[in-house]
């Protein structure tokens, strides 16, 4: 099996590490734990930069005349300039990152359930939208992998994005190799992957590694990813999925007993109705590699996207739209 990239993932410091929330408290959330063997964190607490204590009053954005503005009502502080002066020297201090997990809800970390509320000190709020935080890292680095804490809960979610999160850390990998072997190899591990994403852009990445040698190796890679990341913008459907996974079956279509088509049938269906993740078709197929020794498939990120240890299965996986 591949080894992984390590991805670089900036992270809400109040996510699972340390006692930093309004209220002194921290956010239990055991994913943070599952991830640290095979990340490299980035922690970070907006709020305590910009030198609000712990504990400390809330804080809330409010749609004023001028625009989205960060205020405390408690103390009548305006904090926008100081959050936005922060955001925009600590993101633009940043090495390249592969990822952002942030604390869903929070008028800096949160990056679409923030409430907005219509005035100062009116109870009402006035819609949802990204935090202060939130926003700037989307508007920095909207094409890697960004999600809130309360949506990657659910395992279809996480998937999407632990796949795009260890797919961009083994491209900026590449990218750093300079090795055009390197990028060819990554355009053919990811063949499968691409497939079930969007067809239309993994044949302009093919096009692209094939024009190789026409351009500097550094224009090339960058082009590359940029394709690649919007390859990856949006979740696959899940009917492309179960394609791909067909597609991927029929390379046994001659070895297989009726009892192993029927078993691989009701994994398709589970993943359909979305009663198991990915994994479980992927891993039916899986063994079917090891026992024939499918070098080819074996070689497909499609079915490692990942570390297995990440792929725990702990809700639904409904009722979060992707
Ligand atoms: S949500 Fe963000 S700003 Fe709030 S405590 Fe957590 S890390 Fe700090």
Redesign the pocket.
């Known amino acids: 099996m591949n080894e992984f990239a390590r991805p670089r993932l900036v992270l809400?410091?109040?996510?699972e590490l340390e006692k930093?929330?309004?209220n002194g408290e921290k956010?239990a959330y055991e994913f943070v734990r599952e991830l640290e063997p095979f990340v490299d964190l980035v922690p970070?607490?907006?709020?305590?930069e910009i030198g609000l204590g712990v504990p400390r009053d809330p804080i809330r954005l409010i749609d004023g005349k001028e625009g989205v503005r960060l205020f405390q009502p408690s103390t009548g502080r305006d904090l926008t300039v100081e959050m936005e002066t922060f955001s925009d020297d600590f993101l633009s201090s940043l090495p390249p990152v592969d990822g952002f997990v942030?604390?869903n809800r929070?008028p800096?970390?949160?990056i679409s359930d923030v409430k907005l509320y219509t005035a100062e000190g009116n109870p009402s709020s006035a819609g949802k939208r990204a935090?202060m935080?939130g926003q700037a890292a989307i508007d920095r680095f909207g094409d890697v992998a960004i999600e809130d804490e309360g949506r990657l809960r659910n395992f279809r979610i996480r998937e999407y994005f632990l796949t795009k999160l260890f797919a961009l850390a083994a491209l900026r990998e590449v990218a750093e190799t300079g090795s055009m072997r390197d990028l060819i190899d990554f355009h053919a591990r990811y063949k499968f992957v691409l497939m079930a994403y969007n067809q239309t852009r993994m044949r302009a990445l093919g096009r692209l590694v094939a024009s190789g040698s026409a351009m500097p190796f550094a224009d090339l890679v960058a082009a590359y990813r940029s394709e690649f990341a919007a390859a990856l913008g949006t979740a696959p459907r899940y009917t492309s999925v179960i394609n791909v996974l067909e597609h991927a079956a029929g390379y046994f279509k001659n070895s297989l007993s009726r009892r192993e088509k029927a078993m691989f049938r009701r994994q398709l269906e589970r993943y359909r109705n979305g009663r198991v993740p990915l994994a479980g078709p992927a891993a039916v197929i899986w063994s079917w590699v090891v026992r024939e020794d499918e070098t080819y498939l074996e070689g497909q990120a499609f079915f490692h996207p990942y570390p297995d240890e990440l792929m725990s299965v702990s809700d639904s996986g409904k009722g979060r739209k992707l």
Do not use: D, T
């Open positions: 809400s410091r109040c996510l930093v929330r309004y956010i970070i607490c907006p709020e305590v942030l604390k929070s800096s970390c949160g935090g935080f």
